[in-house]
């Protein structure tokens, strides 16, 4: 053991602007600190504490004491050959987690994860077989946009490089809520990331309490991991459907867009070949969902080692795709991207070493590792 006691420090990236000046406050300084940091962090892109200079030099030095700002660090980088970017993230104790960057003509979204694994076991997902490990923290959550904008090369306002966030990493943010929404505040503050609120979209299973409270806490983008027409198909599919239904999963989703004044919530379909991707069940989701404030992003299923389900065809995609729209939807196919990293959606697999698997309704011990 040395000699001086730790100090646990506060990782200053963890706090959304009230947070901060409270923090600030609790060391005897001004709230307008907390915005002189917020400058630094986000702006600047600065994670050196001794190098803010316009922070007094006794605050300065207690700060250093005190906090820090710290971002997971990068186990392993991936490039595709379309420039999409893969990163592992060290959680700690042998666990990771995955972000993707994927740069675009007209925006780069950064998708990134709430939770190392998931516990909400949809069948077609590659990170819910490897259960749930942990939640992320805000400042993790944060420090993901952080790092991402520090390796992307940092730029702020019209030059921004990230312009979209997107809550489809690993994880199900909703279960992750104390964490996510003040990730969300930061990412939104116009002293943080400064996004606005239609670019940053939290994707969920259809965890319908905290949709409800969501609708109280923050205003963003909401997207649905739908992927069935009815309740019989969609519990195969994702069995949190069998806690809440879709009936209710909608209202809910209607009800968010009420209190936040949104336009529309994206409702997410994976294209599963032979399982939901008859015009049968293109014309279900049509009567579900017509006359509704609703988008349909059809994802073509990406396959990951082991699985069972296959791609729907092109041909099959389309096809669904035109019977929706002859039915008056708005409908958009999800161009898969990274293919050559698996860096698509759903193939997020991080890696989880010597822990307990835990999955929605069954407990199993094991060990698995994928780098
Ligand atoms: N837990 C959140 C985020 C999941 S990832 C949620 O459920 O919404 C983002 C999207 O990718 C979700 O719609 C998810 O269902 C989908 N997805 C998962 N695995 C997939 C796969 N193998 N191929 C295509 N999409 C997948």
């Not at 909400?120 to 077989?129: G, P, R």
């Not at 019209?158 to 992750?176: H, K, Q, W």
């Not at 002293?191 to 239609?198: E, N, Y």
């Not at 992927?227 to 209607?254: F, G, M, T, Y």
Request: hydrophobic share 40%; glycine share 8%; aromatic share 8%.
């Amino acid at each position: 053991m040395s000699g001086s006691p730790e100090i646990l420090k506060t990782n200053l990236l963890g706090l959304p602007k009230a947070d901060l000046e409270a923090f600030v406050g609790s060391l005897n300084s001004k709230p307008f600190r907390a915005r002189q940091l917020m400058n630094w962090m986000y702006k600047r892109g600065e994670g050196d504490i001794a190098a803010m200079t316009d922070l007094a030099k006794d605050f300065r030095a207690e700060l250093v004491q005190r906090a820090e700002v710290t971002v997971p660090e990068i186990v392993k980088t991936q490039i595709a050959s379309d420039g999409t970017r893969k990163w592992l993230l060290s959680g700690g104790n042998g666990q990771a987690f995955e972000m993707v960057y994927i740069p675009e003509e007209d925006r780069g979204t950064l998708c990134i994860s709430s939770q190392v694994g998931c516990a909400l076991d949809c069948s077609f997902c590659s990170t819910a077989q490897q259960g749930f490990n942990r939640n992320l923290t805000t400042a993790e959550i944060v420090g993901q946009v952080w790092l991402a904008n520090r390796e992307l090369g940092w730029q702020v306002g019209d030059n921004r490089i990230i312009t979209n966030i997107v809550f489809m990493g690993m994880g199900e943010p909703l279960a992750n809520f104390r964490n996510v929404v003040p990730a969300i505040r930061i990412f939104l503050d116009d002293l943080g990331f400064d996004i606005s609120r239609r670019r940053v979209t939290l994707s969920t299973s259809g965890l319908v309490p905290q949709i409800y409270k969501l609708a109280e806490e923050v205003n963003c983008a909401l997207a649905v991991s739908l992927h069935a027409p009815n309740d019989e198909l969609r519990s195969q599919l994702v069995p949190i459907n069998r806690k809440h239904n879709i009936a209710e999963l909608l209202e809910a989703c209607w009800h968010y867009l009420d209190e936040q004044n949104g336009r529309s919530v994206t409702f997410e379909y994976v294209m599963l070949d032979g399982v939901n991707d008859a015009p049968e069940h293109a014309r279900e989701l049509a009567r579900l969902l017509r006359d509704k404030p609703a988008k349909i992003n059809l994802i073509p299923f990406n396959p990951f080692p082991g699985t069972t389900y296959r791609r729907s065809p092109a041909a099959a995609i389309e096809k669904f795709r035109d019977e929706l729209m002859q039915r008056g939807l708005i409908v958009t196919i999800r161009k898969t991207r990274g293919d050559d990293i698996d860096a698509a959606c759903g193939q997020l697999a991080g890696q989880v070493t010597d822990r307990t698997i835990v999955r929605l309704g069954s407990k199993t011990f094991g060990l698995q590792v994928r780098a």
